[in-house]
């Protein structure tokens, strides 16, 4: 009895080292869900029409752009002086917001924000990594944390900014992180361990800026290409597109410390197919999340306030699940969650593809709304998971900001599929290719997910 106290809290990471990460990695999350209900208001006070959609996808760019540059500065100088260095740019682009005389301040803003968010997930990864390895400690239920505090502000932030551009106007959704960042990092500076990293010396060479340069301007086109692609597609952005990638392979294949190490990714199978299943998983995922409210107020003709409601069940039970999918992961590991999850989306799909329609009854879409929260809940905890596991501790940061990047493209690959599954305004017979399209990509999840268990097996 004596002897089982002390091992029960080594295997634990303490609370305080949790939520200080929590509190920096909610902020990307809410920040890309409360800003959709500002726009009509930020639409209105500068004449923008469609140019305010820059707000949505200048983060969005920003964020898959930055996040493993943010990862390998973490991995060279330290986690903690990142995510604290991130929380001070959020803090800054949150304050200047009242003060911009024009919408394309507000886009840069915007872009600096994403900067700062980019910084909390592969900071917050490293120093989880770090710190369970030093106590020997189980890193499932601090993942499991993470993604909980990820769907939670997906859930309540259309719902938070609602109430806040409706009491204050549309500058309190930005104004909104200053309170969360002070408690963060005055909660960071007490608890999270000082890390030395790898040294200063050198840095600027160590950072490998050609690398990163064309890694951002090869993604910047490949998301900028995908964003377009709703309106006028930018098609010499997609022709630049394998040029700068081929250009950024040759500049990794010759550096001594590359921004990226493509040689060890390529000989990780492990981890290369954690990340082409993530930006798979988001496809699907972001089909639902955007497609899916457009035709409930379209093709099902509910208000804005009962597509809300109708949408919290899924990102709600999202959240709760993934308190029991923790629980499975620290019993059985990550595979099983992704068999789960591939299950449950597959299960959405259909539902969505052959049941769903304008005459459902009101019930039977809240109830297919709350099973559509099951998939993501178990397939975000199970990839991180895999990510966590298969990634070289030494570069968990950059693996963790490649993990976001493989979300974004994931993203903006769903809204350009939107277009073409709903071709035309989202009625009963889009929503139906959309929900084949994502019975289609479970599939390929499921296969995998089984295939992947069975090499493990086999593997002595």
């Given at each position: 009895m004596t002897t089982e106290t002390p091992r029960r809290e080594r295997t634990r990471l303490p609370p305080a080292f949790l939520t200080a990460i929590a509190l920096g990695t909610l902020l990307q999350p809410l920040n890309s869900s409360m800003i959709a209900v500002a726009l009509v208001s930020i639409r209105d006070e500068f004449d923008a029409g469609s140019a305010a959609s820059w707000l949505l996808s200048g983060l969005y760019i920003t964020t898959a752009v930055a996040a493993p540059a943010m990862g390998r500065l973490a991995d060279l100088i330290g986690p903690r002086r990142?995510?604290?260095?991130?929380?001070?740019?959020?803090?800054?682009?949150?304050?200047?917001?009242?003060f911009v005389p024009?919408?394309?301040?507000?886009?840069?803003?915007?872009?600096?924000?994403g900067l700062g968010t980019a910084a909390q997930y592969p900071a917050g990864v490293a120093l989880i990594r770090a710190e369970s390895d030093r106590r020997g400690a189980r890193a499932g239920g601090a993942l499991g944390l993470l993604a909980v505090c990820g769907q939670a502000s997906v859930a309540v932030g259309p719902s938070l900014g609602g109430v806040l551009v409706g009491a204050f106007g549309w500058q309190a959704v930005f104004l909104v992180n200053l309170p969360l960042v002070l408690a963060g990092s005055v909660l960071a500076l007490r608890v999270l361990?000082?890390?030395?990293?790898?040294?200063?010396?050198?840095?600027?060479?160590?950072?490998?800026?050609?690398?990163m340069a064309t890694f951002a301007a090869a993604m910047t086109a490949l998301m900028a290409f995908l964003l377009s692609v709703t309106g006028r597609p930018n098609w010499w952005l997609l022709a630049a597109f394998p040029v700068l990638l081929a250009a950024f392979v040759a500049l990794e294949l010759r550096a001594a410390e590359p921004f990226l190490d493509l040689r060890s990714l390529a000989g990780n199978t492990a981890l290369t197919g954690t990340y082409l299943r993530v930006g798979l998983t988001y496809v699907a995922f972001?089909?639902?999340?955007?497609?899916?409210?457009?035709w409930l107020e379209q093709g099902r003709g509910l208000d804005v306030a009962l597509t809300g409601l109708v949408m919290l069940p899924m990102s709600g039970l999202a959240a709760l699940n993934v308190v029991y999918a923790a629980r499975l992961e620290r019993r059985r590991g990550p595979?099983?969650?992704?068999?789960?999850?591939?299950?449950?989306?597959?299960?959405g799909g259909l539902l969505l593809a052959f049941v769903l329609g304008g005459s459902a009854s009101l019930w039977l879409v809240f109830a297919v709304s709350a099973l559509l929260g099951l998939p993501n809940a178990f397939n975000s905890l199970g990839n991180q998971a895999e990510m966590f596991h298969a990634a070289d501790p030494a570069a968990m940061g950059a693996a963790s900001g490649l993990y976001r990047t493989s979300q974004y493209v994931g993203a903006n690959l769903a809204a350009a599929?939107?277009?073409v599954v709903f071709a035309g305004p989202p009625a009963d017979p889009g929503l139906h290719r959309m929900g084949l399209s994502i019975a289609a990509i479970a599939v390929v999840l499921l296969a995998a997910a089984l295939l992947g268990g069975r090499r493990r097996t086999r593997t002595p």
């Open positions: 990142v995510y604290l260095a991130g929380m001070a740019l959020v803090a800054i682009a949150s304050a200047a917001t009242p024009g919408l394309g301040w507000l886009v840069a803003i915007r872009v600096l924000l361990p000082a890390s030395p990293g790898s040294g200063r010396v050198g840095l600027l060479r160590r950072l490998d800026l050609p690398g972001y089909q639902i999340f955007f497609g899916l409210p457009q595979r099983p969650l992704l068999i789960i999850g591939s299950t449950g989306l597959l299960a599929l939107l277009e």
